[in-house]
């Protein structure tokens, strides 16, 4: 059963269920105490404003009931299921708990600790088959590992297409962890009345709610009679999901679903912690690598004996199946690669998007028509660029690596060509094999990191030997030039000194306007005014003292520019506004449209969050995958509303809309949790 009250009166308004056989015929606008019991009122006083709580178990006649309220908008909800008898003791889910989160941690791999939980889970749920699933950098989904009744065909490393969990799903899954069909014949119980404004009542948070008839059917095409799907959400993200089938319908009561939301966290943790670990080793295999490359830099070698020295070690330190360098007319080849014309082709294609930042695709012929004809050889690029007199290109290859992709049904047959057509399940899962070509293996964040910093330590490389020769042979053009650098360097700063004067200026300008006018609300335009150009004078500092202009750390830069607000707004907040940031390299003028955007939620978080006063705010940025997520965090009792129409909110959302990003608000218990997803660079 389903009841819905008003948060205020605890009344009744709507229920879906058998309630007049379970409650009370005269159940409607009763209150949650009469048909509950007054203890629930009591109980109900510990409600968070986000969140679930749990009512323990209500007892309706001889049978009893586990209890869960949850606020939604200006409705309470609560949900009434049977409950098993006896309960499970505490002791034995902790024990359960304790003893499968230690079997996670002692896996050697991801690999072995996804066969793990599939056992676990098992173990835990009693489904008949019990599949741990990962998403895709396309959205698609494998199955990692499984656990089934020996009676089931198995789905272990099959594949899913991305349209089988469509997007909105997918959000859903993070919000609600844990969702539960029993039996997929089940007739869904309407609201009722229906009359009175339910259409709008968000049910996003409850578990008993009915899913979609597409999904059902979807259920019904696998031959799957019960299933239930715990999310395993990595850093906020849904990296995967514990799915769980039976051929008969089957409950899973309450308390086990508690249970397997837990694991499901624990799985989580350990997730992240074994990747971590991996990528770890990574770093350290290629650190390691690298040293032993650059130690062949000798002093008086030329480039090109260093890579005719060093080819096969550079090949085999980023696991390419092909090396080649070209300079000029210069080019030196190792491993399997395309042909010297073909390869003079590529670097011609590939010197202008390796110039600022490296360069890698696994599907070179995807961009790079010509390269079809010989992908077998070089599928995977892997490119930098070094700036020197004649531009140095570095490139890796990698051989195609045909792929062997089992999919739970064809995956091109998922969604029909008619964009117009009714949505309708797939009915096939038979096994289907797909046959991929074209691709190399993927290369990793580590080993693109690791080709740029070869590049640069080459390049200081030969910077070093080309002053030594200039040194040697012209002696007075150095010099010359020496002075000219100065000069211009002398230039430099004098334009520098000139700006920021002129900065500081209108800052002053625009303080002594704010403590002079006897108009607040003008006075706090003009101190927010002040803190925007406080960070534009950040970003031109940075790009005079930077070598590279074109990027910037954006933890450096965000953690710069928290300073410099905390000294404008005063010495009040030195403590209050906390900073976790990650590493993350982003283009500077999508740094500048960050920072003011930061600035602008940090000014809306004083002005509506405390009143113009002081409080705690938190600030956070991490990476994940080819987007970043900046969070600004308050904990007022305030809310910035969404509906202001200042400039200030203009000037946020066009930013926002600049950077193709998005901005999310939700309540932060209390305050308000803003966050900035946006990708790092605008390809």
């Known amino acids: 059963m389903l009841l819905v009250a008003d948060v205020d009166t605890l009344r009744v308004q709507a229920a879906a269920g058998d309630v007049e056989a379970w409650l009370s015929p005269d159940w409607l606008h009763a209150s949650l105490g009469a048909l509950l019991g007054g203890g629930v009122n009591d109980r109900l006083a510990d409600l968070p404003e986000v969140g679930s709580l749990d009512l323990n ?40 708990l304790d003893a499968a989160g230690t079997s996670f941690e002692r896996a050697s791999d991801l690999r072995e600790m996804c066969e793990r939980a599939a056992v676990w889970f098992r173990r835990l749920t009693g489904y008949d088959r019990v599949m741990v699933y990962r998403f895709l950098d396309d959205d698609a989904g494998v199955v990692l590992a499984e656990d089934r009744d ?5 789905f272990i490393n099959h594949h899913f297409p991305a349209s089988d969990i469509p997007k909105q799903a997918r959000a859903l899954y993070v919000r609600n962890r844990v969702r539960v069909i029993p039996d997929v014949g089940y007739a869904p119980a309407p609201l009722r009345p229906g009359s009175t404004g339910m259409s709008a009542l968000d049910m996003s948070d409850v578990g008993l709610r009915s899913v979609s008839p597409i999904h059902v059917q979807y259920l019904k095409n696998m031959g799957v009679g019960a299933s239930a799907s715990v999310s395993i959400v990595k850093d906020g993200l849904l990296w995967g999901l514990i799915a769980c089938h039976n051929a008969q319908p089957k409950r899973l009561p309450y308390e086990t679903r508690m249970t397997c939301r837990t694991l499901a966290g624990a799985l989580a943790k350990q997730v992240k912690v074994k990747e971590d670990a991996a990528s770890y080793q990574e770093r350290l295999r290629l650190r390691s690598s690298e040293d032993t490359v650059v130690g062949r830099l000798g002093s008086e070698s030329s480039l090109r004996d260093f890579f005719a020295r060093t080819g096969d070690e550079l090949c085999r330190m980023l696991g390419a199946t092909g090396f080649a360098a070209i300079q000029g007319k210069d080019l030196h080849v190792v491993g399997r690669s395309p042909d010297r014309r073909e390869i003079r082709e590529i670097a011609a294609w590939v010197r202008k998007p390796a110039a600022v930042r490296p360069f890698s695709t696994h599907r070179l012929s995807n961009l790079f028509e010509e390269a079809t004809a010989y992908q077998a050889l070089a599928s995977g690029l892997l490119a930098v660029t070094m700036s020197t007199e004649e531009p140095t290109i570095l490139m890796w290859f990698r051989a195609e690596e045909i792929e062997r992709l089992n999919w739970a049904g064809n995956p091109h047959k998922a969604v029909g060509v008619d964009p117009n057509a009714t949505l309708t399940p797939r009915t096939s899962f038979e096994a289907w094999t797909e046959i991929v070509k074209g691709r190399s293996q993927r290369w990793t964040l580590n080993e693109v990191e690791a080709a740029n910093r070869l590049k640069r330590t080459m390049l200081e490389a030969m910077q070093n030997r080309r002053i030594r020769e200039l040194n040697e042979e012209l002696t007075a053009t150095v010099a010359e030039k020496a002075s000219l650098l100065e000069q211009k360097d002398f230039l430099m700063k004098e334009v520098n000194h000139r700006v920021q004067n002129s900065l500081t200026l209108v800052s002053a300008f625009l303080a002594m306007q704010s ?15 002040q803190r925007r150009l406080s960070a534009v004078a950040l970003v031109h500092r940075r790009l005079y003292q930077d ?17 410099e607000m905390k000294a404008t707004m005063g010495s009040e907040w030195g403590n209050l506004i906390t900073l976790d940031l990650a590493p993350v390299l982003i283009s500077t003028d999508r740094a500048v449209h960050v920072g003011l955007i930061l600035t602008e939620l940090v000014i809306n978080a004083n002005k509506y969050a405390y009143a113009g006063g002081v409080g705690p705010i938190a600030i956070s940025l991490e990476q994940h995958r080819n987007r970043f997520r900046l969070t600004v965090a308050d904990r007022g009792p305030g809310k910035a509303g969404a509906t202001r129409k200042g400039f200030g909110s203009r000037m946020m959302r066009g930013m926002v809309d600049q950077l193709a990003g998005d901005i999310e608000e939700t309540g932060n218990d209390p305050g308000l949790r803003v966050v900035l997803t946006a990708p790092l660079d605008d390809s």
């Open 547 to 563: 070598d590279n202009v074109s990027t910037v750390d954006l933890a450096r830069y965000l953690d710069e520019l928290c300073t």
């Open 150 to 154: 020996a009676a089931i065909d198995p």
């Open 57 to 96: 178990r209500v007892t309706l006649g001889t049978d009893t009931f586990d209890t869960v309220a949850h606020r939604a908008g200006n409705s309470l909800i609560v949900e009434l299921e049977p409950a098993p008898t006896p309960p499970a003791l505490a002791t034995s889910v902790l024990s359960f």
């Open 515 to 529: 403590r002079s006018v006897n108009d607040t609300a003008l006075s706090e335009h003009l101190n927010e005014a």
